[in-house]
């Protein structure tokens, strides 16, 4: 079993500095909790453990609390992603046509597994259910960009243009 990575907290001052005028402009509104996490996860990108605490401080909020929110809700990231952000479909036509395959080699290639950011940064990958283009199964997103009829042959070649 592949351990996940570990991508090192980068944050600045200024993404402090920021994060503390956003709880203190806010905090003492009714529902505030959630809209400090947006607002922490566009400055910061995501919710790792140290902004989570840092909002948990801020607001006397338990910790558990808004790791919570953040695990149940979709829109949150506990984990950066890359400059180039990789979704591979997992709907039913795209998997009955090999995409859990174009998946692992992506995995394989990057050293990386779902949801994980390459060290450098360069890579995120993750799946996504049903894209809309069934047709064009097996289907993976770079960014904006579709890669339509992908066999995991095509992965390194697909990579090597990032």
Avoid: W
Avoid at 10 to 18: F, I, R, S, V, W
Avoid at 86 to 97: D, F, H, Q
Avoid at 135 to 154: F, H, W
């Amino acid at each position: 079993m592949k351990v996940k990575q570990m991508v090192s907290f980068q944050g600045t001052p200024e993404q402090a500095e920021e994060l503390r005028r956003v709880i203190a402009e806010i905090k003492d509104e009714k529902g505030a909790l959630m809209p400090v996490m947006q607002r922490a996860q566009d400055i910061y990108g995501y919710l790792p453990m140290e902004v989570q605490q840092m909002i948990a401080d801020q607001m006397g909020v338990p910790l558990s609390k808004i790791f919570g929110i953040a695990t149940f809700y979709s829109m949150f990231h506990l984990n950066p992603k890359g400059e180039n952000r990789i979704s591979v479909c997992l709907g039913t036509a795209c998997y009955v046509k090999g995409s859990g395959d174009v998946f692992d080699e992506l995995s394989r290639e990057l050293g990386i597994v779902g949801g994980e950011c390459t060290p450098d940064r360069k890579f995120s990958l993750d799946d996504c259910r049903c894209v809309g283009a069934c047709g064009l199964a097996p289907v993976m997103l770079i960014n904006d960009e579709v890669y339509a009829r992908v066999s995991p042959k095509d992965v390194k070649d697909i990579l090597a243009q990032y």
